[in-house]
Every structure is written in C-alpha cells, then in structure tokens.
C-alpha cells in the first residue's frame, strides 16, 4: 500500500505558516479600512476578544498543553496530517477571500464604518459571517492535524467567541441597514450554509 509523501513533513510548521500568512494578510488590510463612525461597547469587545484569544492560544499554541489538555483525541497518521493541512488551508482561503471583499468595511471589533456598504457577493452569499466561517473551517483542520484536547476546547472557545462578536455586529448592521439587513439575515444564515 503506498503511502501518503507527508513522512518528512512538518505539520505544526505548515499549520503555523498558514495561520501567519493570513494574519499577515489582516496587518495589512488594516492600511485600506475606513474611518469608524460608530462601534461596540467597551465592555463586550474585551470579553469577546478574551474568549478568542484563549481559544487561539489553547488551539495553535504549545502553552497548554499539560494534563488532559495535552492527551490526544486522534492517534498520529498521515491522514489525520494530510486532512488537518488541508482543511486549514481551505478555512484561511475562505477567511482571505472573505476579507479581502469586505474590504475598508473591516474592523477587528464590531463597527459601522465611514461610507459602510452591506457587503452581500461573493462569500457573503455563503455567510453572513464567512471570515469567522472560514476562521472556524481552519481551527477544525488545526484541531485535526493536532490532535490534542486542548485543538477541540479552543474551538469550542472560538464558536463562543464569534458568537458574542456576531452578536454586536448584527445589532449594528440591523442598525444601520434596516430593512436591508433583515431580508439578508432571511436569506443567508450567520455561519453554516442552510444551518445556522
């Protein structure tokens, strides 16, 4: 039986490397978004931005993993590698191509932004929310290449995190789109196509 050419293959190293291309792709997108007009609460932003910092940090890194943090949930093989890469690589896409059509409208927190558009093309055909969709796409695949405890605990922790961020934002798009926004949202669901 042959096998998959992953034998010399880093998978931690490939999972990282994609993971800092699109936070690359992020840092400079930050140059081209527009002036904020109106933005979320303090208070939420802190505790939305607390769970998704915990949930990065138990999902890619090294830090905790002690205990039954550490124990795995997939035994090591190159499948379990081949698809953590590959699904990784399709979340960050996703997310990328997500980002870069959203364009100026951007922000890191929720906001309504100077000239803000109702973006509704391209993967906002999919989702409403397709760069957390592709984010949660790219944690699931790190989660499998991994394959430790803490990968499933930090995704659980990123759902609950862009659950609470999504929140804000869908406050601020009925806001500042009302009508528009509302036959959106009965169109397309938030996160999984046809689900939810």
Request: proline content about 4%; some cysteine; charged content about 15%.
């Amino acid at each position: 039986m042959a096998t998959l050419p992953m034998a010399n293959f880093n998978v931690q190293a490939a999972v990282g490397d994609m993971w800092m291309a699109l936070g690359l792709v992020w840092l400079v997108g930050l140059a081209f978004t527009k002036r904020t007009v109106r933005s979320q609460a303090v208070g939420s932003r802190l505790f939305h931005m607390l769970v998704i910092v915990l949930a990065f940090t138990l999902l890619c890194g090294q830090q905790l993993r002690a205990g039954w943090l550490g124990e795995r949930f997939l035994p090591p093989s190159q499948a379990a590698d081949f698809a953590g890469v590959t699904i990784t690589l399709l979340g960050c896409l996703f997310a990328i191509w997500a980002r870069v059509k959203l364009g100026g409208n951007w922000s890191g927190r929720a906001t309504v932004k100077a000239g803000h558009e109702l973006v509704t093309t391209g993967p906002y055909s999919v989702a409403r929310h397709p760069i957390y969709t592709g984010l949660l796409i790219a944690g699931a695949g790190t989660a499998i290449a991994y394959g430790e405890a803490r990968c499933l605990l930090g995704l659980v922790l990123l759902f609950l995190g862009f659950a609470a961020k999504i929140a804000q934002e869908e406050r601020l798009m009925v806001e500042t789109f009302p009508e528009a926004y509302r036959a959106y949202r009965q169109r397309v669901k938030a996160l999984i196509p046809g689900v939810f």
